[in-house]
T-cell receptor, first 115, second 113 residues
Framework: DGGITQSPKYLFRKEGQNVTLSCEQN?????MYWYRQDPGQGLRLIYY???????QKGDIAEGYSVSREKKESFPLTVTSAQKNPTAFYLC??????????????FGEGSRLTVL | EDKVVQSPLSLVVHEGDTVTLNCSYE??????LLWYKQEKKAPTFLFML????IEKKSGRLSSILDKKELFSILNITATQTGDSAVYLC?????????????FGKGTKLTVNP
């Protein structure tokens, strides 16, 4: 079945460590996105990529990095520079649609806890 | 600044009740409004609305958009415990596409048996 797979589902890290969250999709979608969700907050865009080897910062990119070497994959690294990294991270994708009215397909998320 | 406000933030009802969730927005140029249901992890798509006054319906769920008053409602009739979830509203402004989506904080619906 087509979909988006995020891993790991749960992750614990110590302060000062970098961690990488994986996001893989087999939907043949061009665009991929990373969102952060905090309790009682809306989804906030971290980074997005509309094509391989290209990506742009979203609203809260500081302390994060991404790469897009393959169409299927869009890993997110949470660096030690991110001051408050404990959160639920959602990866999403969308296909090339001339109207592109905004429907996103989401993965099941990765919950990062910094100890 | 583009903004989406959902109300109420939290709602508890009994099975069989009808609920109405609200979403108001302020965007410079409106393109579409989307509703998602987030049960535990992955938000799943419910509706996309682009035109005023046209009701979208799926089973017991329905939604309508008012572009003049800048809001949308999501109705759920004969609620079931499986409807318990966070319902997210998001707006796509122009220009741009999905990268411009602005999300509300969500309404947490709890349906008790």
């Amino acid at each position: 079945d087509g979909g988006i797979t995020q891993s790991p589902k749960y992750l614990f890290r110590k302060e000062g460590q970098n961690v990488t969250l994986s996001c893989e999709q087999n939907l043949n979608h061009d665009a991929m996105y990373w969102y952060r969700q905090d309790p009682g907050q809306g989804l906030r865009l971290i980074y997005y990529s509309q094509i391989v080897n290209d990506f742009q910062k979203g609203d809260i990119a500081e302390g994060y990095s991404v790469s897009r070497e393959k169409k299927e994959s869009f890993p997110l690294t949470v660096t030690s520079a991110q001051k408050n990294p404990t959160a639920f991270y959602l990866c999403a994708s969308t296909g090339r649609d001339p109207t592109n009215t905004g429907e996103l397909f989401f993965g099941e998320g990765s919950r990062l806890t910094v100890l | 600044e583009d903004k989406v406000v959902q109300s109420p933030l939290s709602l508890v009802v009994h099975e069989g009740d009808t609920v109405t969730l609200n979403c108001s927005y302020e965007v410079t140029n409106f393109r579409s409004l989307l509703w998602y249901k987030q049960e535990k992890k992955a938000p799943t798509f419910l509706f996309m609305l682009t035109s005023s006054g046209i009701e979208k319906k799926s089973g017991r769920l329905s939604s309508i958009l008012d572009k003049k008053e800048l809001f949308s409602i999501l109705n759920i009739t004969a609620t079931q415990t499986g409807d318990s979830a966070v319902y997210l509203c998001a707006v796509t402004p122009l220009p741009g596409g999905s990268e411009k989506l602005v999300f509300g904080k969500g309404t947490k619906l709890t349906v008790n048996p």
